[in-house]
């Protein structure tokens, strides 16, 4: 029983394999340009100081995330709290006087219904009194808007994201308007700077293969964006990326971008065997299979399947044997 089963395996191992056969026909090819692309946040908007003043206090530093309206700094300007009590001692002097033309207007009416005192002085009574519930409404006012100043020294997240950078420092004298700190939201994208040589090659929607060693290997991303300025010979694009890490914005990524296609011919891995150092491809010939000597390219991908590229040696037309023995 051993020997005969021993017999058909070396029967089968003399087999020849089954030879599969491929007519060259030039097929299209995308073109790749290798680029960097940069981590960018969506929105990079700046918080900025409402009033002048002295920085207090300061709640954040780089890498802390935050939310919409979190109080990240507060500005003082001790002028404000000198005005706030000038405005109450004021307040304080005008309600005393109030009352006085009050109590007075009121024993002028009582007068006035006994004839001792002249409907003139009455109503110079009583204008009294509206001048100063006028002058009472206008140093609130006054106040109120003291209060607002002072209220506005809070800066405030204009959005919520992870704060990039805080160009200030406890202590410092603050103008209207200047950043306090830059806050970065909205997710993340690639920015890219591509040669305006292929600007015409790119197209919104287009596929973007990402390169290694970003933890996304093999994975595409959308061209979202291409932004008609073009700055120093380069234009800039945006592109989408699923899962994209974002903890450190600036980072560089290596990308892949299509800037064309052309015709190339392909044939299967397998096809491509190396002797001798030279690399040799199985063609059909007249008087049977023929080995060519051929220069092959990179591997690359079509239809979702590997193929190795012929630079020389192979012609459209001819048939590629594979498999043969």
Known sequence: MTRTLLSI????????VAATELVLQPVEITEWKAVHGQ?????RVPARARIGGTLVELKVTEGDRVEAGQEIARIEDDKLSFQLRAIDAQLTALRTQFQ???????????????GVITQQRLDQLRTQVDVLQGQIGTAEAERRVIEQQVAEGAVLS????VVLSVPQSLGSVIAPGETVAAIGGGGVFLRLAVPERHATDLAEGDAIALGAGVGLDGQTGRLAKIYPQIEGGRVIADVEVEGLDGRFVGRRVPVR???????ALLVPPE???RSGGLDFVTVAGPAGPVRRAVVPGEIVTHDGAEWREILTGLVPGETVVTGHE
Do not use: F, H, I, K
């Open 158 to 161: 204009p959005d919520a994201g």
């Open 100 to 114: 006085t033309a009050t109590t007075d207007l009121e024993r002028g009416e009582a007068l006035r219904e006994r």
């Open 271 to 273: 096809a491509v065997s």
């Open 9 to 16: 395996l070396m029967l089968v191992a003399a087999l020849p």
């Open 257 to 263: 971008l299509p800037v064309g296609t052309r015709a």
């Open 39 to 43: 981590v960018e946040t969506r929105d």
